[in-house]
């Protein structure tokens, strides 16, 4: 592929994310981080005013952002669910499931729709940045101190018609985050649905937390109206998706279908493949 045919892929690619995240432009430059004369010039296909580094970039923005394709399998098809509920009677969901269930698929999935925001916690964020990534998430480019960010995201929040908000990596949140939060679901109840995602431990520590009496933690925990734990893997499941991916061996079959991480299915997928000399 030339650079400027992978440049005119670029634009298509842009314009298919806008649609179908219901996004402008504008949106789209503060989400991805470059300026908005960038981004019409790729929409104006002016292209020796967009580096190659800045479509590789945006390339790779793009497909971070999107679904990758996946099964239908019941926990992927529980989260739809899920993230409707949380849609529609703007509850708190808090989301458990052990590492490699798929939590980050099928949320990643749910965000392609438009008014679903989804970030992603970061063990080294602190307070501001965190607020500053959903701001940007929301299509804002503002940084003042905490509460006056917590007062900006509310108030897009509430402007926005029917919003989620995903919060991936939640057990990683840290103790003034989860206060903040606290602020910015009060904030935003009567119109936002929130789902938290993490490991177990994410609710172990929770609990644990309250009942230490640590500040906020028990009102945090009563806000969220409900749980949801992931599955995993049924062994049809296994079996149909190994077959679908070209394991054809009944010894392997059989190895397969006690796994009930997809992390782990498609390691073993993997191994199967390497092994073949298939990739
Ligand atoms: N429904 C699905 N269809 C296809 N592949 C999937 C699906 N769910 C998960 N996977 C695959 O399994 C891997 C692990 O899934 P994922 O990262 O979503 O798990 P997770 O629950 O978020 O794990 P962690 O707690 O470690 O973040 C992914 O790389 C993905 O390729
Ligand atoms: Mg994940």
Known sequence: MTKVQQKIGLKA????????????????????????STVS???NEQWDKVSSAMVARL??????????SVYNTADFDSVMRLCDAACAHRLMIGLIGDTGTGKTTA????????NVFRVTFEKSMNPRQFFKSLLRELGIDFEGNVNAMIARAAHE?????????????????T????????DLREKTQSNCGVVLAGMPYFRDNLQKNAGRGKEGYSEFLRRINLWHRLEGLSASEVMYIA???GVSDERRLKEMSSKRRFGDLMNEILLDKVLKNDI
């Open 13 to 36: 690619l842009m314009s298919q994310y806008c649609e179908q995240k219901g996004l402008s432009r504008a949106d789209f430059a503060v989400r991805s981080g470059v300026s908005g």
């Open 41 to 43: 010039a790729i929409d």
């Open 59 to 68: 390339e790779s923005f793009i497909k971070n952002d999107s679904p990758e």
């Open 107 to 114: 949320l990643k999935a749910y965000s392609c729709r438009p």
């Open 157 to 173: 929040i509430n402007m926005k018609e029917r919003p989620l908000l995903i919060i991936d990596e939640a057990g990683k949140i």
């Open 175 to 182: 103790h003034p985050v989860m206060l903040y939060l606290h």
């Open 243 to 245: 077959r679908e991916q």
